[in-house]
């Protein structure tokens, strides 16, 4: 199957957010067919950089009024899954929006997809839903790969770790791309310089701070956690959709610029802001980082050019493929499609 060599490839990007999983899949060559977004904020703003408004709530939209595609993409909303989202899974509505990629899959028979969401998908309920996602995905005959990718190791300083989900009709020896450790840019690269006055902590938040913590280097983005307590680091930590006002601060001293924001998730100065500064946090928190997004793509489309061999029926998962702990997921079976892949 050489998809990507016989013609321009076609994708669909659901729960597109502001574009970061287009963007990849737009360079490599693929048209995008058809895209949804519900947030009426993140709409406005994929349309000003794509100039298509997105289709909205996905759950009213029927499979087959969604165009024929060659790679779907989703980053369904992690909320349910997160730790700022209370990790409700499948009882937050957000997270049954899984369904809807499954229904989508099995209507429309894409030769691969991409999936995306916060690392905590992979343990929460002991890795119960993580096992019903994968058992639902393979069940519809794709072989499955994942691995949980930091941000940190693909350029970006900033530590933000997603676990992303990767699937063929074909059962390719596909290999998630090699990660570089250490190899981010400086802060320098990312922090705006003659920042306005109303991105500053107040002197009462700067003082506290500073009096609870000495940073190590400068410039540095400081980190306050659920508990209080203060950490700094030569990069930022997640940004976070409904964090509090002040969690992030160059400095221990103001808050990210949206532009600052958008730099740490791997967007080009050019892309448009649109949206306040509360709505900027909220929708650079929810936003996948698009250097990763172009690595794990690369890989995805050396497969489906036929520049990837497929493996052999009686071939087995290497030991040296399980990279992940599974001490969250002990006694859960996962059928033969399943590859757990470390490079």
Request: hydrophobic share 40%; aromatic share 10%.
């Amino acid at each position: 199957m050489k998809i990507m060599k016989k013609q321009q490839f076609k994708f669909i990007d659901l729960f597109a957010g502001i574009g970061g999983m287009r963007i990849p899949f737009e360079e490599l060559g693929g048209k995008c067919v058809f895209t949804s977004e519900w947030d009426k904020d993140a709409a406005a703003m994929y349309e000003a950089n794509f100039g298509e408004l997105p289709a909205g709530d996905i759950t009213k939209i029927a499979a087959e009024d969604i165009p024929d595609h060659d790679v779907l993409l989703g980053g369904f909303p992690c909320q349910a899954f997160s730790i700022i989202g209370k990790m409700n899974g499948f009882q937050d509505t957000r997270g049954t929006l899984f369904f809807d990629v499954e229904r989508i899959l099995r209507k429309k028979r894409p030769a691969a997809f991409m999936l995306e969401n916060v690392k905590m998908l992979v343990g929460h309920e002991q890795g119960v839903t993580f096992k019903v996602i994968l058992d639902h995905l393979q069940a519809l005959g794709y072989f499955v790969h994942w691995k949980v990718l930091n941000a940190l190791n693909f350029g970006l300083p900033q530590k933000r770790e997603r676990v992303f989900i990767v699937g063929f009709l074909e059962d390719y020896d596909f290999r998630f791309p090699e990660e570089r450790p250490g190899e981010y840019k400086p802060l320098s690269e990312i922090l705006e310089q003659d920042v306005p006055e109303k991105y500053y902590a107040s002197k009462h938040i700067v003082t506290k701070r500073k009096k609870a913590h000495t940073p190590k280097c400068t410039p540095s983005i400081w980190h306050e956690n659920k508990g209080g307590n203060i950490s700094s680091y030569p990069f930022s930590c997640a940004l976070r959709a409904n964090a509090s006002y002040n969690y992030l601060l160059v400095n221990g001293e103001r808050r990210l610029t949206p532009r600052e924001s958008l730099r740490l998730l791997g967007f080009a100065d050019s892309h448009k802001i649109v949206g306040n500064d509360y709505q900027m946090r909220k929708l650079t928190g929810n936003s996948v980082c698009v250097p990763v997004v172009r690595a794990v793509a690369k890989q995805l489309a050396k497969c489906l050019a036929g520049e990837v061999a497929l493996r052999l029926k009686n071939e087995l998962t290497k030991a040296d493929q399980l990279v992940l702990p599974l001490e969250d997921i002990k006694g859960l079976k996962f059928n033969n499609n399943l590859r757990i892949s470390n490079a």
